[in-house]
């Protein structure tokens, strides 16, 4: 059957030579000639953009380069080879037809070179056979020092969803067989073929996929020698930001160090007799970042010029290597000398809740409750915005593998390559690669863990906290791709959440605590795609930012 085919295609082959005058060269070559390279991938790029040529035949041409010189690849194995300034990729095909639309390109490296990504693109035709079928990427990074992680990018029905790949999620026989690239391979990275989302396999459908293959120095399974690498490659430090409202810039560039700000600018904040506003930015994040789509909103800008002093304060900190308590402490630091007792109300999202909360009820107050002597801020209130108070599952490190593919499919605008939440999920895959199963930073948000059983012990009512959540809901789409019920069954235990934390979380509502925060001061925002742990102070969301700015300044 298989030669029957392969037959017919290549008399469809010899009328489209004839048809096409772009293709006459071929009928000039004796039988023997050598196709080359260039010239194959000349006559593949005209038979691909044929009307004239059949889907079949599209569907089983062969990739662009490689030894095998045939126009057709019916269920051969293909493999392909680039070296690409030393690093070198291999993709091999067995039993399905792709072909390259771009070869491998650095795409992104950092200015130390330690993270570098490698981009390629790729479509995926008929699968060939009813046998076996694979698609694998394998690389000499291990040769290099280096170790990798592939983030897949596919368009379906105009979305683009992420899915990220890990070497040990490789075939069995891909990790005992390296006989194909000897030595200098380690094992491959299988590009998955169908998955709900995609429906590709058996439908027909062209998987378009671009793969990021990021790469990083070697890490090392060692907790010591991880951290070690961490501190070396990743710079997120702590640090006090400061946000002039006056500037007519309403952007990023309108934050400056407070290490680059004069005394002048401390003493205009504690003269002035409004609060000023403290901004707390969540995991992974940077408060530039975090809240400039906020700071830039017209009514917002214009709120704040009435309500609080000239200048915003971002508090900045490292939310995965150092706990919450460490936070707190080194943050305390920055400030101490610098205010003294300034009344403040705070916005803080996801994490920076609890960072915010620790300050304010363990670090600058007495046991009565009263700020301390030397306590640089007093709170006057506290809006939350998806804050774990009572952890979230993903915190887990048996989760972290979904955290990560979640967080990079629901961040919408605050995901790109190179973002801070990026570098932030590169930290959580290293860790995924190099074995690690504890992070302070994480570790404290995990349900029922000490931490925050011990911090959320005798609260008492809190009259001045105010908190929001979402219950998300994915669209059709991504339902698929997340497998909705491994989602919420198996990550969330069936509780609604809002994409990364549990309602009830938020809400103090999974114990005997729930009575901290009074019904009045609580809001739950119902199941809009768009709204989910990332876009609480997104301009499209105009009722929530009201009801932030509302319980901010009440």
């Known amino acids: 059957m298989q030669e029957d085919l392969k037959e017919m295609m290549e008399m469809e082959l010899v009328q489209l030579c004839h048809r096409i005058p772009a293709l006459h060269q071929l009928l000039l070559k004796e039988q023997d000639d050598v196709i080359t390279d260039q010239e194959k991938a000349e006559v593949l790029e005209v038979l691909r953009s044929s009307d004239l040529a059949s889907d079949f035949l599209k569907a089983n041409l062969a990739g662009n380069s490689g030894a095998n010189r045939s126009l057709i690849s019916l269920g051969e194995v293909s493999n392909v ?16 037809q792709y072909r390259v639309k771009k070869e491998p390109f650095i795409s992104y490296t950092e200015a130390d070179s330690q993270t570098r990504i490698d981009t390629m693109e790729i479509e995926v ?37 992420y899915e990220w790949l890990f070497r040990d999620e490789g075939s069995a026989d891909d990790k005992k067989d390296r006989s194909l690239t000897a030595s200098v391979m380690p094992e491959g990275l299988n590009i998955p073929l169908h998955t709900s989302a995609t429906g590709f396999r058996g439908n027909g459908k062209v998987l378009k996929a671009v793969l990021h293959v990021i790469s990083w120095a070697s890490a090392g399974k060692k907790k010591k020698e991880w951290r070690k690498w961490l501190s070396s490659t990743h710079t997120d430090k702590y640090g006090i930001m400061l946000y002039d409202l006056e500037q007519d810039d309403p952007s990023g560039r309108a934050w400056v160090n407070s290490t680059l700000a004069d005394q002048s600018v401390w003493k205009t904040i504690q003269d002035d007799q409004r609060p000023v506003l403290c901004l707390v930015p969540g995991t992974f994040r940077e408060v530039q970042e975090n809240y400039d789509e906020f700071l830039s909103n017209a ?104 955290m990560i593919n979640v967080i990079t499919n629901v961040a919408g605008k605050a995901f790109s390559l190179g973002s801070p939440l990026f570098k932030g999920l590169q930290v959580l895959a290293s860790a995924v690669v190099n074995e690690i199963t504890d992070l302070p930073g ?35 789409l991504l339902r698929k791709f997340f497998d909705n019920v491994f989602v919420d069954q198996v990550i969330f235990e069936r509780m609604e959440n809002d994409a990364v934390v549990p309602v009830r979380s938020v809400f103090f509502a999974m114990s005997s605590v729930q009575d901290v925060v009074p019904d009045s001061n609580r809001r739950i925002f119902g199941s809009d795609p768009r709204l989910n742990h990332f876009a609480y102070t997104r301009p499209e969301h105009p009722e929530l930012v009201n009801w932030i700015m509302q319980q901010a300044f009440s």
């Not at 080879?81 to 399905?96: K, N, T």
């Not at 609080?308 to 080194?330: K, M, Q």
């Open 81 to 96: 080879e680039w070296l690409l300034d030393g690093h070198r990729y291999f993709l091999r095909s067995s039993g399905v």
């Open 125 to 161: 035709g008929a699968v060939t056979r009813s046998g076996s079928t694979e698609l694998v990427l394998l690389d000499n990074q291990d040769e290099l020092g280096r170790q990798t992680v592939v983030l897949m990018e596919t368009e379906v029905d105009g979305r683009t969803t």
């Open 299 to 402: 009514a917002v800008r214009s709120a704040l010029r009435q309500k609080s002093c000239r200048y915003v304060i971002g508090l900045n900190h490292p939310s995965v290597v150092d706990g919450i308590a460490h936070n707190a402490g080194e943050l305390d630091k920055l400030l101490k000398g610098k205010l003294k007792k300034k009344e403040c109300t705070v916005i803080a999202k996801s994490r920076g809740g609890l960072v915010a909360r620790y300050l304010f009820e363990k670090e600058w107050v007495t046991a009565s409750g009263a700020a301390t002597a030397n306590a640089p801020l007093r709170l006057r209130n506290l809006v939350m915005l998806g804050t774990p108070n009572q952890g979230t599952h993903m915190a887990s490190n048996t989760k972290w593998k979904n």
């Open 442 to 476: 994480l570790d404290d948000m995990e349900i029922k863990g000490d931490f925050l059983r011990n911090m959320n012990k005798q609260l008492g009512v809190k009259n001045n906290y105010f908190i929001v959540t979402a219950n998300y809901e994915p669209d059709p």
